[in-house]
């Protein structure tokens, strides 16, 4: 039994498959059997894309400083790591001059 090739669609090819069946009225089971999609998957589709429909309408901004807060939160805790590595480090210097008499 051959394997079918399976279809990988973008999120924007998805909003066309979608739209031609809300705004054009083109049947659902007409548009899977010519893209060769399972009705059900059809279904998924509209209902992430209803389900995520008010992302579309928020503003950048609001986008913009998600991002920028995330990047801050992955900064923090790559400088808290950092420091955690200098003051094993400091220590480890510490303990090794002790046994060498330096200090």
């Not at 973008?10 to 089971?29: C, D, P, T």
């Not at 220590?91 to 046994?99: F, G, M, Y």
Request: proline share 1%; net charge positive.
């Amino acid at each position: 039994m051959a394997k079918k090739k399976r279809n990988y669609y973008s999120g924007e090819q998805k909003v066309a498959i979608l739209k031609r069946h809300l705004v054009n009225g083109e049947r659902i089971s007409d548009i899977c059997d010519e893209l060769n999609i399972n009705p059900n998957m059809f279904y998924r589709w509209q209902k992430t894309f209803f389900e995520n429909g008010a992302k579309a309408f928020e503003s950048g901004a609001k986008t913009k400083v998600d991002t920028e807060t995330r990047r801050l939160e992955e900064l923090q805790a790559k400088l808290g790591q950092k420091d955690s590595v200098i003051s094993e480090l400091v220590t480890e210097l510490i303990k090794a001059k002790k046994n060498i008499g330096e200090i």
